[in-house]
Nanobody, 124 residues
């Protein structure tokens, strides 16, 4: 059974940084594409960032380009989301997801496995 466990969320002031982690177990991490999504109260879950199984191809939603970076550590079966210059509008529950076919996707429906989420709150 594939499990994803996120960590690293918290409360930070605007302009600050956080690094989210997502550990994948029970599957073959090197074959999965990985994505980060977020959901704010009353809103739909939205795409944030993704990388291909090789880690070479990455994609970001426009609002986080230049501020967020997705990267992975294959030895630790972990994908990270480095978030810099955080804004109050980045406040949300952040989820990581794994896609079995290894390609980069921006739609939540193309991912097969999900974590439970980690809360990020950015104060003014």
């Amino acid at each position: 059974q594939v499990q994803l466990v996120e960590s690293g969320g918290g409360l930070v002031q605007a302009g600050g940084s956080l690094r989210l982690s997502c550990v994948v177990s029970g599957g073959t991490f090197s074959t999965y594409s990985m994505g980060w999504f977020r959901q704010a109260p009353g809103k739909e879950r939205e795409f944030v960032a993704a990388d291909s199984r090789s880690g070479v191809s990455t994609y970001y939603t426009d609002s986080v380009k230049g501020r967020f970076t997705i990267f992975r550590d294959g030895a630790k079966n972990t994908v990270f989301l480095q978030m810099n210059s955080l804004k109050p509008e980045d406040t949300a529950l952040y989820y990581c997801a794994a896609g079995r076919d290894g390609r980069v996707y921006t739609s939540r429906w193309d991912y097969d496995y999900w974590g439970q989420g980690t809360q990020v709150t950015v104060s003014t």
